[in-house]
């Protein structure tokens, strides 16, 4: 019973070869989220979907796009990526925004190579 | 310019005893504060939240206390377990503002040995 799923759990890429990352959810939650999260750092968060809303934080790299094309799925597209961008991504799924709990996926660890 | 900090990478407690994960913050706009576990090769999961309405929210062997005058936080877990093993973030949003997401400190790994 996986509320939060992403796929693949491990994905290798070459340096400037387009990724996609892929996250769907049982809850129906209204928020969806996207964050890097780099060894021994804090997740950060990339970018949210409230609904079809898509929100950007402001220091997000125009290389990471999203895309939501519906309620359960949600997709993060790295368009060239560097070996910087070698993390962990983590989709995270809440009700509402603000005060509601996130439920977080098992991630997907993204090797550049 | 960190917001969350968790000033202590790890934590080595021994089974039976009180752990106690600090975290302090920056932004006196946060008003909720979470507290979540995670396992290697797992999410981060939801363990305990509190208000900035109160000064302590318990739930079994998990209390966590907060001093708002101090922007400080603290969770409490008694007694340690093994499975309590992992690492802890520390995260805070400002819902009362309105609309806001969440910001976490880096985790603090705990080690709880037999």
């Known amino acids: 019973d996986a509320m939060v799923i992403q796929n693949p759990r491990y994905q290798v890429t070459q340096f400037g070869k387009p990724v996609t990352l892929s996250c769907s959810q049982t809850?129906?939650?209204?928020?969806m989220y996207w964050y890097q999260q780099k060894s021994s750092q804090a997740p950060k968060l990339l970018f949210h979907y409230y609904d079809k809303d898509f929100n950007n934080e402001a220091d997000t790299p125009d290389n990471f796009q999203s895309r939501r094309p519906n309620t359960s799925f949600c997709f993060l597209d790295i368009r060239s990526p560097g070996l910087g961008d070698a993390a962990m991504y983590l989709c995270?799924?809440?009700?509402?925004?603000?005060?509601?709990?996130?439920?977080f996926g098992p991630g997907t660890r993204l090797t550049v190579l | 310019d960190q917001q969350v900090k968790q000033n202590s990478p790890s934590l080595s407690v021994q089974e039976g005893r009180i752990s106690i994960l600090n975290c302090d913050y920056t932004n006196s706009m946060f008003d909720y504060f979470l507290w979540y576990k995670k396992y290697p090769a797992e999410g981060p999961t939801f363990l305990i939240s509190i208000s900035s309405i109160k000064d302590k929210n318990e739930d079994g062997r998990f209390t966590v206390f907060l001093n708002k005058s101090a922007k400080h936080l603290s969770l409490h877990i008694v007694p340690s377990q093994p499975g309590d093993s992992a690492v802890y973030f520390c995260a805070a949003s400002a819902g009362g503002s309105g609309y806001s997401t969440l910001t976490f400190g880096k985790g603090t790994m705990l080690l709880v040995s037999p």
């Open positions: 809850l129906n939650h209204n928020v």
């Open positions: 995270a799924t809440s009700r509402d925004i603000s005060t509601d709990t996130q439920y």
